[in-house]
């Protein structure tokens, strides 16, 4: 682990209000165990509000569906549009904010921007491990059943069947390995603490919470 210098949608993990205006971004790899971290921050920094872009796609696939990937993609434009809206308000009234996704170079001007705009410190928690093993680990997340089906499908209508064609290949290994080099999931805003998480059991989350408390 290396420190480095310069659910609903939005819900408060706990009560306290001792945390200054802060931003939190964790992010990596598809697989790299991001939302599990969040969990266990939040439960030390239960005043944290946790703002998660997977819950808001969610919801508007389960309103709006979509009919094939195009359509699925335009909705997760709309998404992040509705991430971004929710993450400035909670900006506006100065509270103390985690976010957790695969945020890669795209996202990255933009949290700066609002960042900037609302005076924030951040603070990215960046991912990393052999990625073989984080490979593997999306796979297994993926075939969970409690992973929401318009992540793996190509057409989702919420309540309707669905067909063996809908379905998403896994992608081969190679792939992941482009497109994770091709997103660029290192984006360092603020100081970035970085953290490996090949073997996840091993992550010392005490640690990593006492970095971002020092840090803050």
């Not at 992040?80 to 795209?106: H, N, S, T, V």
């Not at 409690?146 to 057409?155: A, E, I, Q, T």
């Not at 996840?200 to 006492?210: G, L, N, Q, R």
Request: include cysteine; proline fraction near 4%.
């Amino acid at each position: 682990m290396e420190l480095q210098g310069p659910a609903d949608s939005c819900r408060p993990c706990g009560r306290d209000d001792s945390m200054k205006k802060s931003l939190i971004i964790i992010t990596g790899c598809p697989g790299s165990g991001k939302s599990s971290l969040a969990g266990r921050i939040c439960r030390r920094f239960p005043e944290l509000e946790l703002i998660s872009y997977d819950v808001i796609k969610e919801k508007y696939f389960d309103r709006y569906g979509f009919d094939n990937a195009a359509a699925k993609t335009r909705l997760n434009d709309r998404s992040l549009l509705e991430f971004y809206r929710i993450l400035d308000g909670q900006m506006q009234k100065g509270k103390a904010i985690l976010i957790e996704y695969p945020f890669c170079r795209k996202h990255a001007d933009t949290l700066q921007q609002l960042a900037d705009k609302y005076g924030y410190p951040m603070i990215t928690v960046l991912l990393t491990g052999d990625m073989k093993t984080l490979y593997m680990r999306g796979i297994r997340r993926d075939d969970h059943d409690k992973r929401h089906p318009g992540h793996l499908l190509n057409r989702y209508h919420r309540g309707q069947p669905v067909s063996k064609e809908d379905w998403i290949q896994i992608m081969p290994f190679d792939e992941y390995v482009r497109m994770c080099r091709e997103k660029d999931y290192d984006i360092r805003l603020g100081r970035t603490l970085t953290v490996d998480v090949t073997d996840i059991d091993a992550v010392d989350t005490k640690k990593i919470c006492d970095e971002i408390e020092t840090a803050l």
